[in-house]
């Protein structure tokens, strides 16, 4: 939380070069980047239309984002990246043309925030979002929704150790799930696919149960039917692909989560990634697996679900663990310490606290932009 | 949601007899009763202080609850309750009283909600709540949290099925168990229990093993320590008693959750019960587990960590299930089509909403009580 300037973080955050550079040193063929400094979901945009009624200028940009992403960042390093865009949520209409733009650019991937209210959105529950969940589902675009994007981290209490919203941050995919399950898009629109980025895997073996034992135990007062009498469980498995760190819970019970819908990131650039050990780390989870499931996990599933051919490009001798690594004998690992930025509060309690991190990053924020970016 | 009156209800929910009837013919020897009426955490006392000032008068009539519930309901029928006092919130001082009156009842379990913030009370992370805590832990009282004690049901998006607000409410003491996990009472207070009521444990496997990885990967930033360099995993294990109507991803993980601190639960008379058939659905999760893990579970854990011993009175060839059900004969099981109140709105949508049971709700609460009671 502590760097305010690029020179106290790792390049890699930054820089293309530098960024491949510890990919090959993590061992890692293919990344999907998510945006920092537009948000998740681009909400800097959208800030500029609800505040300045901007809209040809925050179409523009999140457009020359997207450009950008796809065409400079991505294209340069074939077989690197999954590339993915921004949507521009303040009009449906606009989300679909950029779908539709992109994937002819051989983009299917797009943010969605996991909660649209919490950022002044409409419900999923209507059909507001209709033109951009049909266009997702002609052009196979997966709607990626990240932890954070729309409810925000939990800083529910912020006397509260830092550690807890860290901890408890992914697991509030678990109500975006239950919400997408119960939307009529998913009826409307049968291939529509949607991806929890970073909501790990160890509870999810419990959610499908925990819908099908709900649906089973009320529907016959609420009156929520599921098309051809499917179950919660089978709207989940045909809609849902998940995604881990390190979760030896729902790799133990993969069965119950679907093995086709597992996949797994190894969160670089930020603290709760694995980098540059994620192989070792990950191998412990997976060594007992079969050799079908371990391929699964860690490259076919997104391969299949993001239409992500890294091999028309890399061969397949050149991409394994030891093949990138072997690039990468050069990256120097040595940790940066004191140059990390200013402290997080004086942590009065002794450690830092929510609180504390709630003031750094306001603090951060106002640094490089104006007071608007803020909000 | 739709009774109104006691003559929509089961006579079971408010009438002793009936209420062991009902326990007998599905095979529940022992219960725990939460308060519906005066709130699970006895807040509509904790109201009278806050709106007109009355603090003696809320202090008697919690005391008169817990009289009556330890006195009455439980003591009629020797061994079939476990009895669970209620907290007067506004004052720990008198909190510690009451624990400490109710322990010399042998009552060894009382009420508190999943966010005390939620209700307008002192965050868990100062040490507002120490008199309480003390008294828990000198009198081996267990702190039971239920779910929608605190933060409420799920009621985010009010267009949604109301199968979202089901289905996603027990998880919400995810974070509950993590704040209590980094709360500084229980570094103060080893011998101090909670208890997660409601909350399920399909995803309990997931939660020690993230909590670990979250220390792991940020303490050397958050300062977070545990004493003698226990990991939160350890901290849960000691401190945190589970409970589940049906989950059997909770079960095949029962070793990371910790055999010692998992209980069942049939949630009678809510929607989400088992009952009248609670055995036999608990015994397809249950069949293949080892005896002493189906003990354990069933009843074991319970009777050692609330100090319940209902064989000092009932013998065990008496406490079967068998057993149970030989004096329910003439319990009538048979539906009560048509007599359950008025229905939750017209479901416009052609499900009922979480809205239409807002709707429902306060006009039910409207109906015997005053206005205050719906704030």
């Known amino acids: 939380m502590e760097p305010t300037s690029l020179d106290q973080m790792s390049k890699g955050c930054y820089d293309l070069e530098a960024r491949i550079?510890?990919?090959?040193?993590?061992?890692?063929?293919?990344?999907?980047?998510?945006?920092s400094v537009p948000g998740f979901v681009g909400e800097l945009f959208g800030r500029q239309v609800k505040q300045n009624g901007e809209k040809e200028l925050a179409i523009t940009m999140l457009r020359a984002y997207n450009d950008w992403h796809s065409d400079e960042w991505c294209a340069k390093y074939p077989g690197r990246f999954i590339p993915l865009a921004l949507p521009p949520l303040r009009d449906p209409q606009l989300m679909a043309e950029e779908v539709r733009r992109m994937a002819k650019k051989g983009v299917h991937a797009i943010t969605f925030p996991d909660t649209p209210g919490g950022l002044d959105?409409?419900?999923?529950?209507?059909?507001?979002?209709?033109?951009?969940?049909?266009?997702?589902?002609?052009?196979?675009?997966?709607?990626?929704?990240?932890?954070?994007?729309?409810?925000?981290m939990?800083?529910?209490?912020?006397?509260?150790s830092v550690e807890v919203m860290i901890a408890s941050t992914p697991i509030t995919l678990f109500?975006?799930?239950?919400?997408?399950?119960?939307?009529?898009?998913?009826?409307?629109?049968?291939?529509?696919?949607?991806?929890?980025s970073e909501g790990g895997i160890g509870w999810v073996p419990y959610f499908p149960e925990r819908l099908d034992y709900t649906h089973e135990h009320h529907n016959k007062w609420t009156h929520h039917t599921f098309p051809n009498g499917k179950k919660p469980s089978d709207v989940f498995r045909e809609h849902i692909i998940t995604c881990f760190i390190d979760d030896k819970a729902g790799l133990e019970l993969r069965d119950q989560i679907g093995i086709d819908n597992i996949t797994w990131e190894c969160d670089y650039p930020h603290s709760d990634s694995t980098w540059p050990t994620a192989p070792e780390r990950l191998w412990e989870s997976v060594k007992d697996l079969p050799e079908q499931d371990v391929h699964a996990i860690t490259w076919r599933n997104t391969c299949r679900h993001f239409q992500y051919d890294p091999f028309a490009q890399i061969p397949k001798d050149k991409a394994t663990v030891g093949a990138l690594r072997a690039q990468a004998t050069h990256v120097d690992l040595s940790l940066k310490a004191g140059s990390g930025g200013k402290p997080p509060s004086d942590y009065a309690k002794g450690y830092v606290t929510i609180g504390d991190i709630m003031k750094q990053m306001a603090d951060a924020f106002a640094t490089p932009f104006d007071n608007d970016a803020r909000d």
């Open 21 to 35: 550079d510890d990919m090959n040193v993590n061992g890692v063929l293919g990344s999907m980047c998510f945006a």
């Open 154 to 160: 939990n800083l529910q209490d912020p006397t509260a």
């Open 175 to 196: 109500n975006c799930a239950t919400e997408l399950i119960y939307t009529d898009a998913l009826q409307k629109f049968p291939d529509l696919k949607f991806a929890l």
């Open 121 to 152: 959105y409409p419900s999923i529950h209507s059909d507001h979002w209709d033109p951009f969940w049909k266009a997702c589902s002609d052009e196979g675009t997966v709607v990626c929704i990240h932890i954070g994007s729309g409810t925000g």
